[in-house]
């Protein structure tokens, strides 16, 4: 079971505004800052989110991170096929010392 | 953006000791972390733990006990040893720059690893 609770999967069409949300306590976003992270089929893990709402350069506008509490939430609007992935949230956690992530969330583009 | 590739056996018999190199190139070594993290076959992330330039560690808890990290600046490569090792440790291993606590600006395509006799 992981730390940081997601969706298993979500679903959009071309175009559409998709939301992952990202739960998790007072020791880890409820204190420390939010990454996303995208996985493309056979690839790596790519940063898509840093320090809750920031993007690194590179990363279109469409995707963006907000926070609330102790919950995470990653848009992408205008979603196009190429977003069909599986997406990831990250956060350190006080309590047990150690970087936690979601369980990962895959997104279908219908 | 640095470029990051592991190295190592593919197949480990149970209760020997994993090992894997990660190779850095594109940039400098003897900045920021660079940590270990792997992918379960289910795709659930675990971070491993990271390593700094000057040989600081630190390691998640719950696999402290059986990990040890090492870097060689000269090399510009870093490793992993996790010992003992069962089923349990079979997972895609990755390696990658850190930034901070969470954030992975780089990575390592992955190498996979199995744990069976």
């Known amino acids: 079971q992981s730390v940081l609770t997601q969706s298993p999967s979500a679903s959009g069409t071309p175009g559409q505004r998709v939301t992952i949300s990202c739960s998790g306590s007072?020791?880890?976003?409820?204190?420390?800052?939010v990454y996303w992270y995208q996985q493309l089929p056979g690839t790596a893990p790519k940063l898509l989110i840093y320090?809750?709402?920031h993007r690194p350069s590179g990363v279109p506008d469409r995707f963006s991170g907000s926070k609330s509490g102790t919950s995470a939430s990653l848009a992408i609007s205008g979603l196009r096929s190429e977003d069909e992935a599986d997406y990831y949230c990250?956060?350190?956690?006080?309590?047990?010392?150690?970087?936690?992530f979601g369980g990962g969330t895959k997104l279908t583009v219908l | 953006q640095v470029q990051l590739q592991e190295s190592g056996p593919g197949l480990v018999k149970p209760s020997e000791t994993l090992s894997l190199n990660c190779n850095v190139s594109?940039?400098?070594?003897?900045?920021?972390?660079w940590t270990w993290i792997r992918q379960f076959p289910g795709k659930g992330l675990e971070w491993i733990g990271y390593?700094?330039?000057?040989?600081?560690?630190n390691y998640n808890p719950s696999l402290k006990s059986r990990v040890t990290m090492s870097v060689d600046t000269s090399k510009r490569q870093f490793s992993l040893k996790v010992k003992s090792v069962t089923a349990a440790d079979t997972a895609l291993y990755f390696c990658?720059?850190?930034?901070?606590?969470?954030?992975?600006?780089?990575w390592g395509q992955g190498t996979l690893v199995t744990v069976s006799s």
């Open positions: 594109g940039g400098s070594i003897s900045s920021d972390y």
């Open positions: 390593i700094s330039y000057t040989g600081n560690t």
């Open positions: 320090w809750n709402n």
């Open positions: 007072s020791s880890n976003i409820g204190s420390n800052y």
């Open positions: 990250a956060a350190w956690d006080d309590r047990l010392n150690a970087v936690v």
């Open positions: 990658a720059r850190q930034y901070s606590n969470g954030w992975f600006n780089d």
